[in-house]
């Protein structure tokens, strides 16, 4: 959703915010805006605002629009609709501050009520405007001040990066539940909520705490708390070079996230298995054997595919560690006043870590006094920081909206957990090497599966003209078929429906006709004839059937077949084929297969 950017320095600014503002395009925005303080004998504040892409701000800079310190923001509307007007940097009524804001303000009614009782005149619709109006109205004598003077206002979250025309040498920046980091350079600083857009220019970044403000001058800077306490924190490198965050050879990030998956496996794994007893060590986990044992039930939280990658987690625990788990979407959890149980584990997943929902169910919990551990993607971000504990899950950048990559990541994570848990409960340690013996195997057997990209590319041509697709599963499979449904759906925008395969009867059946195919899921466990009488059933009404399975099922018009692994590891492997599946349908339904439309990559927004 929303990011900002901000530069001071000696270079000139405006191409430097502009190339941060394409960094971040990813997250998903509506319109984007930019302010400089302007070189020159007139200098003052210069902004520039247009409502659409990065490049439509571009043809739209003034002439003269020179500077060496600026701040700049992608908007994605909460507050007013996209438009000009409403995009960020706002301004206040004398035109000396500007201000570009992630998050809400929650009492900007109020404020805004209050201000124009005070004559002041709005400009746009923004809840952010409010903060430039009282930053520009405080009577403080430095910028600091006056900036923690309006935040003294203010309810709600922000991120926040603040300019004014009487103190040209800084950027202060303030944050409150919204990402915001310094990058530190060489006589020059950067700050954005995203470290994709430092990583060109450094490595070495800050991330500010909630409660905590920083200013930035060209050669220094220095944080402090809302209430002027000064804070210490020394800079850490970013473990992923700028590269990482480029499309490279790929003409999507999609693709590229898809093929990464056997390397960003083998990182999840390195330096973690222990095969002296069977098990891995999780460093950051902060649970020791005794607590492990006293846990009686997990409880994962997460959203969208986060939440299904939960799902297959719950089942690894419940099958390695014996201990009842479940998953439930963050975004409910919150709101019905969960009962909240001292011997219960709760782990909140999250890609970036920055997701609204599962990041106010942790603060909910932490605040009724729950153990809450993160299975977090990105490092240091706001999940991973309010959490007790918990596992980096080491897929590396993720850019497409539409994530994979951390999919599978945060499976094997889970199934990581579930080991852990599992050798300090009962599993035995013949099965504990088993679960490690098939850990070790996924590299290679989804680098296999990725070999057979060009097969899974003409099923999909071939599936493509669905208006509406079926995805069936029962178990281990169910949760997979959620996911690929999803897959779909967000990245080709074709109706897909996903079901326990044994729940056919009860009702979806009625949908099965040649023009609705069914994805099925069918692993050789347990479960294979169960699951093959269930593709009858199809057949029978002349359903046309992929099915994603160990060996090629006779009443499937079409197999994909996977490797086999363990069977509680066969999910990991399953969801592979499914993701291509989605892409390459996408692909030859020309959809634009990074930025699906009305979805932004973290949503942190209710
Ligand atoms: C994934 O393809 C989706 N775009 C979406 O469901 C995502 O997983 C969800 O919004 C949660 O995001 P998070 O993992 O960053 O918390």
């Known amino acids: 959703m929303c990011g900002i950017v901000g530069y001071i320095g000696k ?12 960094r971040l395009e990813y997250r998903g925005y509506d319109s984007a805006g930019i302010a400089i303080h302007a070189s020159g004998k007139a200098g003052g504040l210069k902004t520039a605002k247009a409502k659409g892409r990065v490049r439509e701000l571009e043809s739209r800079l003034p002439k003269r629009f020179a500077g060496t310190t600026g701040i700049a923001h992608t908007r994605w509307a909460t507050h007013g609709a996209p438009n000009d007007e409403n995009a960020h ?22 404020l805004r009520a209050k201000l124009t009782a005070d004559g002041v005149e709005f400009a746009s619709e923004t809840d952010t405007e409010v903060l430039a109006h009282l930053i520009g109205r405080s009577q403080a004598e430095k910028l600091e001040e006056k900036v923690r003077d309006a935040l003294r206002h203010i309810e709600g979250t922000y991120g926040i990066a603040v300019l004014h025309s009487d103190f040209a040498d800084r950027i202060v920046v303030a944050r409150n539940g919204s990402p915001v980091v310094l990058g530190i350079g060489e006589k020059e600083m950067f700050v954005s909520s995203d470290v994709a857009a430092l990583v060109s220019h450094t490595r070495q970044v800050v991330t500010l705490d909630d409660g905590e ?12 708390t809302t209430e002027g306490s000064r804070t210490t924190s020394s800079p850490e490198t970013v473990e992923y070079a700028a590269e990482s965050y480029d499309m490279g050879a790929h003409d999507t990030y999609m693709h590229k996230e898809i093929s990464e998956q056997a390397d960003a496996v083998d990182r999840a794994l390195r330096g973690r298995i222990d095969d002296r007893f069977s098990t891995v060590h999780l460093g950051g986990l902060n649970l020791d054997a005794r607590e492990a044992r006293g846990v009686r039930r997990v409880k994962i939280l997460g959203c969208g595919t986060s939440y299904h ?5 719950a089942q690894m625990i419940e099958e390695l560690a014996r201990i009842p788990s479940d998953a439930e979407p963050a975004s409910e959890f919150r709101y019905r006043n969960p009962v909240v149980d001292p011997d219960t584990l709760y782990v909140a997943v999250s890609q970036s870590g920055e997701t609204y929902d599962v990041l106010a169910a942790v603060q909910e919990l932490k605040r009724k006094g729950a153990r809450v551990l993160g299975l977090v993607n990105v490092v240091g971000s706001a999940i991973a920081r309010e959490t007790d504990g918990g596992i980096y899950v080491h897929a590396g950048p993720e850019v497409c909206v539409v994530s994979t990559k951390c999919f599978t990541n ?13 050798r300090i409960r009962d599993l035995s340690v013949a099965d504990g ?12 057997q989804i680098t296999e599966i990725l070999e057979g990209e060009a097969e899974i590319k003409k099923l999909a041509e071939l599936y493509a003209d669905a208006k509406s697709m079926m995805f069936i599963g029962r178990v281990r499979g169910y949760p997979v078929a959620r996911e690929a449904s999803l897959k779909l759906k967000e990245v080709s925008y074709i109706h897909a429906e996903a079901y326990p395969a044994s729940e056919l009867k009860h009702g979806p059946l009625a949908l099965i006709e040649p023009a609705m195919p069914t994805v099925a899921i069918v692993p050789d466990d347990d479960l294979l004839e169960k699951n093959r009488a269930a593709l009858e059933e199809i057949k029978a009404r002349s359903g046309r059937i992929l099915a994603v399975a160990h060996a090629v099922q006779q009443k499937a018009d079409h197999t994909i077949v996977v490797p086999k692994n363990e069977p509680e590891l066969d999910p990991i492997l399953m969801g592979i084929p499914l993701q291509l599946l989605a892409y390459h349908t996408a692909l030859s339904l020309g959809r634009d297969i990074d930025k699906p439309r009305n979805l932004a990559k973290s949503v942190t927004v209710e």
């Open 89 to 110: 940097p706002h301004m206040d009524a004398e035109g000396k501050v500007a201000v570009v804001h992630n998050g809400i303000i929650d009492n900007a009614a109020e």
């Open 213 to 224: 403000m920083a200013t930035l001058k060209a050669d220094d800077y220095r944080t402090y």
């Open 410 to 422: 945060m499976v094997v994570s889970f199934a990581l957990l579930a080991l852990h848990l599992g």
């Open 433 to 444: 090497k088993r679960i490690i013996d098939g850990l070790r195997r996924l590299p290679a």
């Open 11 to 22: 270079r000139d600014v405006a191409p430097l915010l502009l190339e941060g503002l394409q």
């Open 309 to 313: 990658a939960g799902q297959i987690g």
